[in-house]
Every structure is written in structure tokens, then in C-alpha cells.
């Protein structure tokens, strides 16, 4: 990997070669920038979760609504911070208030909140020795979902503050599960499908583009016997039925747990021996334009063969 001042010097020299290239950002599609490696923006929706990937501290409210939201916003610029190369990005910046997100793979990912045709909006931007580029959305869309780039081998998310379960979905089927630091994902990977991640509220959001996967086999079969459930089990159950919305409702574009219910309360397509060890998770789903079909579902969570998944989706 290249160090640091290293970098910073070939970047000054590469703009000095290319001052009358400057790169902007499209005014065509106001969330969007694409650089010259294809780095495109992704602004990626989303049960129980590990302490550690959530964010502990309440922020004051003396803050500003970009510290507030965002951790890494809340704690001063480091000289690693500094974004080495300003013509990337188009509007108006403090250079005081970028923040080095992640690095890796050739590249350094710096957050850079910009003023852009009025409107103030969070910006990722990718800066490599051969290239650079940048991809906005506006603080409404950033509070809520984040914002993040992808391209040339990297992939880079930053979410708002309690934040929990990041699961990346590439074009082949492959997991990936990253681990969040300073409230962002990095990841070395292409065609990144599907990510999906769960809000501090619970919220289960996912965003899929072209390289999405589209085969999936729903399950709609009984088992012929269920396990005893493990103590406590519907914490566990509403984790294992927001993930599994990512593949059961694909016009979804978020997933909430509205109610969990022991199968005995409510009759399923099963036996009662298998009913009776049955929990029943009740889903509220949001769609990009709104479907009747869509506006709930309902999962069959059970204990199979020692673990505990979906096996039946009511609808």
C-alpha cells in the first residue's frame, strides 16, 4: 500500500498535469458522480446484534446535525484527514471537515460534507494516485440510510451512528460480513449486489442493483418435526427473519418486525406438533411505490436440526 505523504505528493503532481480536467459532479443526476475507474455511488439500506457495533454515547444536542448523526464527524481532524485532493468535488467545502473514512486496495476514502447547488449533502470520495471521484447525497437521504462508493476493486459504506449486522451480497452468491470502523465498512470486492444493514431503531434496510442474485428458492414446505426452541428465542427469531426478508421480498425495500407470535395463537399450514414449536414473525415492508402485496409479510421461524431459521413464508 502506498503511504500516506507519498501518495499526497503524486496526487499534487497528477493535478498539475491535469488542471483543466477537474473532475466535477454531474449535474445531471444530483446523487450520482462517476470518476474515470467507474465508481459508482450506492446508497445501501441494511435483530439482535453485538454491543460493539453499536454507537453508546448520546451525542449532545449542541452538535451539529452531521456530528450528531455521524461519529466520525464528532471527533477532530487528524492530519491523515485532510483531503489531498480538493478539484474532486464540485460546490463549496470546509477542508477542515473531511474525514478519512478507510484505505486499502490503492485507495482513500475520505467523507467531505459539501454545499452543493444550495443544498448541503454528504460526500464519499475515492482519491487514488491514477484517480479520483466522488459520490453525494443530500444530509436527509445520508441521516437515514448513509452514503457510500464503490469501484475499482473497493467498496467503502458509511452508515448513521448505531448501525449493526452489515451483510454485502456479491453477484455470485458470496457473503460478505464486514466489520464496521468509525461507523463505516470496507471491503476489497466487486459487484457488490445486495447490502443490507439494521438502524438503531431495527429498521432492516437493503438496496439491490443490477448485480444483484435472482435466483432463490422460497421456503414453503413443512418440516416433518422441529427441535424445542432455545431460551429466549424471538430476539433471535427477529434477526433471522429481517435477514431473511432480503431474499423473501425483493421489492422491498425495507423490513420492520411488527409482532412475533407462538404458533399455537395463530394456525399455520402445519401440523400441530410442528405448529406448536412455531414462532410466527409478523413483517412491515416498505416498497419504492406501495403494493398491497407487499405492505406485510409472514415468516415461519423454527428450530431445524439445532438451528434456528425460516422454513415456511406465509406470504
Not at 167 to 191: H, I, M, S, W, Y
Not at 219 to 224: F, H, T
Request: proline letters at 8%; one cysteine or more; charged letters at 20%.
Amino acid at each position: 500500500m502506498t503511504e500516506f505523504p507519498a501518495l499526497r505528493e503524486s496526487l499534487v503532481r497528477a493535478a498539475a498535469r491535469r488542471r483543466r480536467r477537474r473532475l466535477t459532479l454531474g449535474a445531471a443526476v444530483p446523487g450520482l458522480a462517476v470518476a474515470a475507474a467507474a465508481i459508482a455511488l450506492f446508497v445501501l439500506p441494511g435483530g439482535g446484534v453485538p454491543d460493539q457495533e453499536r454507537e453508546a454515547v448520546t451525542p449532545s444536542p449542541s452538535l451539529s446535525p452531521l456530528a450528531q448523526a455521524f461519529a466520525v464527524f464528532r471527533k477532530p481532524q487528524a492530519e491523515a484527514d485532510k483531503l489531498p485532493r480538493r478539484d474532486v468535488l464540485g460546490g463549496t467545502f470546509d477542508p477542515a471537515s473531511s474525514r478519512l473514512l478507510a484505505r486499502g486496495g490503492g485507495a482513500y476514502v475520505y467523507a467531505v460534507p459539501v454545499t452543493l447547488r444550495g443544498q448541503e449533502q454528504l460526500c464519499l470520495v475515492d482519491v487514488r494516485v491514477a484517480h479520483a471521484g466522488a459520490g453525494c447525497v443530500p444530509f436527509s437521504t445520508a441521516f437515514e440510510q448513509g452514503a457510500g462508493v464503490s469501484g475499482g476493486g473497493v467498496y467503502v459504506q458509511l452508515f448513521p451512528d448505531g448501525a449493526s449486522d452489515v451483510r454485502l451480497t456479491l453477484q455470485d452468491g458470496t457473503r460478505l460480513f464486514p466489520k464496521l470502523q468509525n461507523g463505516a465498512v470496507f471491503a476489497e470486492a466487486d459487484r457488490v449486489g445486495v447490502a443490507a444493514w439494521t438502524s438503531r431503531a431495527g429498521v432492516r434496510y437493503f438496496n439491490r442493483n443490477e448485480w444483484a442474485p435472482q435466483s432463490v428458492d422460497l421456503p414453503e414446505r413443512c418440516p416433518k418435526a422441529l427441535d424445542p426452541l432455545p431460551a429466549d428465542p424471538k430476539p433471535k427469531a427477529a434477526r433471522i427473519a429481517l435477514r431473511a426478508a432480503e431474499d423473501l421480498y425483493r421489492g422491498a425495500q425495507s423490513a420492520e418486525v411488527a409482532q412475533i407470535l407462538a404458533g399455537p395463537q395463530r394456525g399455520t399450514p402445519c401440523g400441530p406438533a410442528v405448529t406448536g414449536r412455531t414462532l410466527e414473525v409478523d413483517l412491515e415492508l416498505k416498497t419504492p411505490v406501495s403494493s398491497d402485496s407487499l405492505a406485510q409479510g409472514r415468516l415461519l421461524v423454527g428450530n431445524v436440526n439445532g438451528q434456528l431459521q425460516v422454513f415456511y413464508r406465509m406470504h
